[in-house]
C-alpha cells in the first residue's frame, strides 16, 4: 500500500542543470498535480493531469515541463534551474467522493545554487 | 482571481480548549471544501471534507460552511500539543477540474 511516493527526497542543483522530478501513485487515480511551497505563498499549482497524455498550465508553469505516459506517472521536469526554483515541491492525486480530495506525496525538497 | 483567504497566526491556544481556525473565499461558486493537517516538514495531510451548509463532525474536528457568507471554519475541540501544526483550508472553484484553490494556512500551537 504505497499510495504515492515521490523521488528524490532532497536534491541540490546547479543553475541551468536539467532535473526530474518523480511521482508514481499507485491508486489508478485519475488527476495528479503538482505544487511548489514557498514562504509566504502557500501550495502554488504548477501543472495538473487529467489522463494519461492529458496536461494543462497552473498558476506558475513557467520553466517547468511535465510529461504523463502512464497513469500511475507523472514526472516534472525543471529544463535550466534557477534559484528561484529552489522550494519544495509536492505531487498529489485525487480520490474520494468529490473526486476533488487531493492526496499527497511527501514532497522533494530542492535546492538549486 | 479566485482566492482563499486565512488568518496566517499563530493561533495559540491551551490543552484542553477549542481551537477555531477560519477561512473564506471568494468564488462564489465553489462546492467543495477540504481542511488539510501540514506538520513541519511533512505534506498536508487531508483531515476534513465539507461538501454542503452546516457541521461536519469527525471525531474532536468539526467543519462548519456557510456559503451565503463564502466561510468555512474547523473546530478543534479538547486541543493537543500533537495538534500543533498548520492547517489549510482548500476549496474546489466552479469549473475547476478538480483543482484546489489553498489557502497559504493557519499555525496552530497548542501549549501544555
Known amino acids: 500500500d504505497a499510495g504515492i511516493t515521490q523521488s528524490p527526497r532532497y536534491k541540490i542543483t546547479e543553475t541551468g542543470r536539467q532535473v526530474t522530478l518523480m511521482c508514481h501513485q499507485t491508486?489508478?487515480?485519475?488527476?495528479m498535480f503538482w505544487y511548489r511551497q514557498d514562504l509566504g505563498h502557500g501550495l502554488r499549482l504548477i501543472y495538473y493531469?487529467?489522463?494519461?497524455?492529458?496536461?494543462d498550465k497552473g498558476e506558475v508553469p513557467d520553466g517547468y515541463v511535465v510529461s504523463r505516459s502512464k497513469t500511475e506517472n507523472f514526472p516534472l521536469t525543471l529544463e535550466s534551474a534557477t534559484r528561484s526554483q529552489t522550494s519544495v515541491y509536492f505531487c498529489?492525486?485525487?480520490?474520494?467522493?468529490?473526486?476533488?480530495?487531493?492526496?499527497f506525496g511527501p514532497g522533494t525538497r530542492l535546492t538549486v545554487t | 482571481q479566485k482566492e482563499v483567504e486565512q488568518n496566517s497566526g499563530p493561533l495559540s491556544v491551551p490543552e484542553g480548549a477549542i481551537a477555531s481556525l477560519n477561512c473564506t473565499y471568494s468564488?462564489?461558486?465553489?462546492?467543495?471544501f477540504f481542511w488539510y493537517r501540514q506538520y513541519s516538514g511533512k505534506s498536508p495531510e487531508l483531515i476534513m471534507s465539507?461538501?454542503?451548509?452546516g457541521d461536519k463532525e469527525d471525531g474532536r474536528f468539526t467543519a462548519q460552511l456557510n456559503k451565503a457568507s463564502q466561510y468555512v471554519s474547523l473546530l478543534i475541540r479538547d486541543s493537543q500539543p500533537s495538534d500543533s501544526a498548520t492547517y489549510l483550508c482548500?476549496?474546489?472553484?466552479?469549473?475547476?477540474?478538480?483543482?484546489?484553490?489553498f489557502g497559504a494556512g493557519t499555525r496552530l500551537a497548542v501549549h501544555p
Open positions: 491508486w489508478s487515480h485519475s488527476y
Open positions: 465539507i461538501y454542503s451548509n
Open positions: 498529489a492525486s485525487t480520490g474520494g467522493r468529490s473526486q476533488a480530495e487531493q492526496y
Open positions: 468564488d462564489r461558486g465553489s462546492q467543495s
Open positions: 482548500a476549496a474546489q472553484p466552479s469549473g475547476g477540474y478538480n483543482k484546489l484553490i
Open positions: 493531469s487529467a489522463a494519461a497524455d492529458i496536461t
